[in-house]
């Protein structure tokens, strides 16, 4: 069985800061891995997802990832927000076998100062 | 991209109706669709997988026959929500997978449900 942690459930950043929100996993098996930004009362958007390959993803709206297997980590960064990335951000893994069955962390939110 | 629809985006009721959600893969077929409910300000739960012409599986903890899901073609899940009770007020995403895709789950704009 897998699972995810996401050790902070809120980081407050100035705008034009960097960011890095945290994700750990932790899979006996291969694992596919995900990030997900959820705005108020809205699904899911994927942000960028490590299935395979080079282990630096790069996603949407200048978000990046980097795999980092021996530490079981999926760190989401930015190098400088703005105050539309305000919103909440889920970390996700899955079984690489394919199952699609996701196991999500329980989220950070993520406020933009002016 | 793989778009995946949900409706209705927000729906009331009264305590003891029941509520009928629909999901929609748009623009491919979805072996398996996923259901999940967000409470507020929590992570998405796996509520229950549903495959196209089978009986769903549910999650530990899951009323099957509070939560009823129908998988009837490759483009619509169905989940109804029995007998619906204030309890059962939360927001419920939808997400299904391109048949012979990658891994990847497509998503729904989710559906927020309140029992009065």
């Known amino acids: 069985a897998q699972s995810v942690t996401q050790l902070d459930s809120q980081v407050p950043v100035f705008e034009e800061a960097p960011v890095e929100l945290r994700c750990n996993y932790s899979?006996?098996?291969?694992?596919?891995l995900f990030w997900y930004v959820q705005y108020p009362n809205q699904g899911l958007q994927l942000l960028l997802k490590?299935?395979?390959?080079?282990?630096l993803v790069k996603g949407i709206n200048g978000f990046e990832a980097e795999f980092n297997k021996s530490q079981t980590s999926f760190h989401l960064r930015k190098p400088s927000v703005h105050i539309s990335d305000t919103a909440e951000y889920f970390c996700?893994?899955?079984?690489?076998?394919?199952?699609?069955?996701?196991?999500f962390g329980t989220g950070t939110r993520l406020k933009v100062l002016a | 991209g793989a778009v995946v629809s949900q409706h209705p985006s927000w729906v009331i009721c009264k305590s003891g109706t029941s509520v009928k959600i629909e999901c929609r893969s748009l623009?491919?077929?979805?072996?398996?669709m996923f259901w999940y409910r967000q409470f507020p300000k929590q992570s998405l739960m796996l509520m229950a997988t549903?495959?196209?012409?089978?009986?769903?599986?549910?999650e530990q903890g899951v009323e099957k026959d509070k939560f009823l899901i129908n998988h009837a073609s490759l483009t619509l899940s169905t989940l109804t929500v029995t007998s619906a009770h204030p309890e059962d007020s939360s927001f419920y995403i939808c997400?299904?997978?391109?048949?012979?895709?990658?891994?990847?789950?497509?998503f729904g704009e989710g559906s927020r449900l309140t029992v009065l």
């Open positions: 997400s299904a997978n391109l048949a012979g895709g990658t891994g990847e789950l497509f």
């Open positions: 899979s006996s098996v291969s694992v596919y």
């Open positions: 490590y299935l395979s390959g080079s282990t």
């Open positions: 996700a893994v899955s079984e690489a076998s394919g199952t699609y069955k996701y196991i």
């Open positions: 623009d491919f077929q979805a072996t398996t």
């Open positions: 549903s495959n196209e012409g089978s009986k769903a599986t549910y």
